[in-house]
Nanobody, 126 residues
């Protein structure tokens, strides 16, 4: 499956952005989907994830209550809705897909995911 992330940009503190990840090549319904981010000089970290059916979600503590992951399997898309953005949210954001046949249930673990998109930059100014 190929993943294409979009929607990044520059926003002020307290603003909102919606990132979108389009999957192609295979049906997105076969994959758990996740969003990760990587700031300069830091390791890539989990942000949020959603199971193949949309019935289960998980979030990093740092974004709970501010970010929401949603998916539309008919459109093969997964979105990350980001509200009340803070300067510490500045990073390159990556979407990832993990095949459900691999019996990997943790949405927050990098090892759950087999495919990664190219990343989209989010910059939050103070």
């Amino acid at each position: 499956v190929q993943l294409q992330a979009s929607g990044g940009g520059l926003v002020q503190t307290g603003g909102s952005l919606r990132l979108s990840c389009a999957a192609s090549g295979r049906a997105a319904s076969n994959y758990n989907m996740g969003w990760f981010r990587q700031a300069p000089g830091k390791e890539r970290e989990f942000v949020g994830g959603i199971s193949w059916s949309g019935g289960r979600t998980a979030y990093a503590d740092s974004v709970k209550g501010r970010f929401t992951v949603s998916r539309d399997n008919a459109k093969n898309t997964v979105d990350l809705h980001m509200n009340n953005l803070k300067p510490e949210d500045t990073a390159v954001y990556y979407c990832a897909a993990g095949y459900i046949g691999g019996a990997r249930y943790s949405l927050s673990a990098k090892s759950t995911y087999d495919y990664w998109g190219q990343g989209t930059q989010v910059t939050v100014s103070s």
